[in-house]
């Protein structure tokens, strides 16, 4: 008797700070269009890079002017094929992007997660765009970490600019520790993979390249990550956790990818020209894998 073959698993691709460079977003479209994934996570800092906060007006196109179209005529080529596109922001992008998100959500394009909850299939997925203070001006996802304590060096979350308006109270007083808390819940995370866009701290992916750098005759922590990422994921064990952020962490460290209790840990930000895509399963996240494109 004939046995059928087993199915092919589709994987999840993920990507992470293409910061609008089109090469970078062409080669992810034309690997999808090619492999078609199940699902594809975008770990934020997705539309042109912002210099400063004076120049914020000027990028203001890019998701409906050049991605939209571009995710039209994909879904239109891959028809039921088309993957679902599970996104957030990153730190450089203007909070005033989450129009055109919720737009492209509308049609179905894709899916904006920050701070929700969806299903893959049977797998949990979360998203949470906060980062910890940073030495940038835009401060529209920046929570303070685990306290009201900054770095030096970093400008605290209520000072800065911001594109979106936000009670003071909240800029003081909510800290991603909190934001996680309310995310999840109570929920069991065993299955569930979680979007960051900051990595968790100190571990291969939130190594910045601070050495010997000091502020005021303070030496700068060469790991830059969110102290409160770590321990939830410590807290809770979620099967994956992805980010990106810290671009020049996998050159520094020679890692892509590490470990927090029980959950694998991928990144997808890279500080060369090529695209970093990250290949994984959620069942399997050992089988991994990440090509520069």
Known sequence: ???????????????????????RWQSLLQRIEAESPAAVFLGGDL???????????????????????????????????????????????????????????????????????????????YGCAWVPP????????????????????????????????VDDRVLRNTTITSEL??????A????????FHAPPYRTALDRAALDG????????????GSIAIRRFLEAHGPAVALCGHVHESARLTGQWRDSVGDTAVFGAAHDGPELALVRFEARDPGRATRELI
């Open 188 to 195: 069991d995370l065993t299955d569930a993979v979680v979007l």
């Open 1 to 23: 008797m004939a046995i059928d073959p087993k199915p092919t698993v589709r994987p999840y691709f993920f990507a992470s700070d293409l910061h609008g460079r089109l090469p």
């Open 47 to 125: 539309c042109p890079h912002v210099m400063s906060a004076t120049n914020l007006d000027h990028e203001h196109g890019f998701l409906m002017g050049w991605l939209g179209p571009q995710l039209r005529a994909l879904r239109q080529t891959m028809g039921d094929s088309y993957p679902r596109i599970l996104t957030i922001l990153g730190n450089d992008d203007p909070a005033f992007f989450v129009d055109d998100l919720e737009d492209l959500q509308a049609e179905g394009l894709l899916e904006h997660i920050h701070m929700r909850r969806t299903m893959l299939s049977d797998v949990p997925v």
């Open 181 to 186: 808390e309310a995310l999840v819940g109570d």
């Open 213 to 224: 750098q000091m502020v005021e005759h303070v030496p700068l922590d060469v790991h830059i």
């Open 134 to 165: 940073s030495p940038f001006q835009l401060k529209d996802w920046e929570r303070y970490d685990v306290g009201r304590g900054v770095d030096p060096g970093c400008v605290p979350p209520e000072e800065g600019r911001r594109t979106t308006d």
